[in-house]
Nanobody, 125 residues
Framework: QLQFVESGGNTVQSGGSLKLSCESSGYPLEYYAVGWFRQTPGKEREGVACISTSSDVNYVDFAKGRFSISRDNNKSRVYLQMSRLNADDTAVYYC???????????????????WGQGTQVTVPS
């Protein structure tokens, strides 16, 4: 079964940058689209960005121009480069993959099956 481990979360000052990493195991990553999601207490998990098997990308509006998703199948990793962070970006960030994905990857959490445990990003206000 496909499994993920996220890393790179930290506390960063407002306006700063952070790069998250998502390492997969259990099955070749090249066969899966991968998404990044985030969640804060009391709120639903929301999509941030996703990347298809052919490296087409899709971003939610708040991530456009600030976040960049990429993948390295040889290293079984997907990355999320985040810049110009602010307090609203404070959340636990998760990576995930759907069982199947065609065309543009989805940013809906309910479309994803395999999830990591998350990594905390904190931007003090």
């Amino acid at each position: 079964q496909l499994q993920f481990v996220e890393s790179g979360g930290n506390t960063v000052q407002s306006g700063g940058s952070l790069k998250l990493s998502c390492e997969s195991s259990g099955y070749p990553l090249e066969y899966y689209a991968v998404g990044w999601f985030r969640q804060t207490p009391g709120k639903e998990r929301e999509g941030v960005a996703c990347i298809s098997t052919s490296s087409d990308v899709n971003y939610v509006d708040f991530a456009k121009g600030r976040f960049s998703i990429s993948r390295d199948n040889n290293k079984s990793r997907v990355y999320l480069q985040m810049s110009r962070l602010n307090a609203d970006d404070t959340a636990v960030y998760y990576c995930a993959a759907p069982e199947l994905s065609y065309g543009i990857c989805s940013l809906r959490a309910e479309d994803y099956t395999f999830w990591g445990q998350g990594t905390q990003v904190t931007v003090p206000s």
